[in-house]
């Protein structure tokens, strides 16, 4: 069936963090219909095989397609780093990914040092060394993987003594260099940066790739007449496959998201 530009925009993440994104989309763009799934049952994807994220990420793919979307966000960096290319091979419909905004920070540091905090499965994969290995002769990239810090969000331990014991100890990685900018590169850990920047403080800046994606999504949907002309609100469903109330506690401003559970 041909996409028309009242389908939705469909999004998924490995769990709740991709509402980061969703959040960006919806403010850029508050006409469009969404559909937002949360493979929490699967999470975290960080630590899966390249193979597993493929067929995790075909699967949530398959779901928003049966759901007419016009247009698939990753809204993951691990998925987009280990599977999008494979993902745009197989479907004829615009994807769009999100990867660690470490290009922008490049360009603006003056101390030539940056930090980026990730998942194992971004910072090994293929799409992620060849963009660094692209900068890596001009500055100094300090990486460290978050480990944990997605398993304890979806739990619901934003806020939590064993999440303050494990960003102290990713963050003070960070402090032995002389970094200007930390760049997050997981979906998750926009909902972490009230807690990063007391630990790193107000000098250092912290990016994510949230606007950017939400901007390129406006000039995708643009480019193949998809942009949503209907003056009205879109609506928005979010779908989750574990405790649902974790992905409702983090949507507590939007007031008419509601979650449902689905077994996907
Ligand atoms: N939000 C995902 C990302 O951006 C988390 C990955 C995971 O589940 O480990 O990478």
């Known amino acids: 069936m041909k996409s028309t530009y009242n389908n939705p925009i469909g999004i998924f993440d490995s769990g709740v963090g991709g ?5 960006e989309i919806h403010q850029l763009l508050p006409n469009e219909n969404t559909i937002y ?5 699967y999470a975290p ?6 193979d597993e994220i493929i067929n995790l990420s075909i699967k949530n793919t398959e779901y928003l397609l049966n759901k007419n979307c016009k247009l698939i966000v990753v809204a ?6 280990n599977a999008i290319s494979h993902l745009r091979e197989k ?8 990867e660690p905004a470490i290009k922008p920070a490049s360009l603006n540091t003056t101390t030539n040092n940056i930090g980026i905090l990730a998942t194992r499965g971004t910072l090994n994969s293929l799409l992620f060394a060849t963009t660094s290995n692209q900068l890596s002769d001009k500055i100094n990239i300090i990486e460290q993987v978050g480990e944990g810090l997605v398993e304890l969000i979806e739990k619901g331990q934003l806020y939590s003594p064993n999440m303050t014991i494990l960003l102290n100890k990713h963050i003070a990685v960070f402090l032995k260099f002389n970094i200007d900018y930390l760049v997050l590169g997981c979906t998750h850990y926009p909902y972490l940066i009230p807690q990063i920047q007391k630990i790193i403080g107000s000098e250092i800046r912290i990016i994510d790739s949230g606007y950017a994606v939400a901007k390129q999504t406006k000039r995708v949907l643009e480019k193949n007449n998809l942009l949503n002309l209907n003056g009205a609100d879109g609506y928005n469903k ?8 974790i992905l409702d506690d983090l949507l507590y401003q939007h007031k008419k998201a509601s979650v449902d559970f689905l077994d996907f």
């Open 19 to 23: 509402t980061s994104i969703w959040k």
């Open 37 to 41: 799934l949360a493979d929490s049952k």
């Open 45 to 50: 994807y960080g630590l899966k095989s390249k």
């Open 76 to 81: 993951c960096n691990t998925a987009t780093t």
């Open 91 to 98: 479907y004829n419909v615009p994807f769009i990914g999100i």
């Open 238 to 245: 979010f779908y989750s496959n574990a405790d649902k109330k």
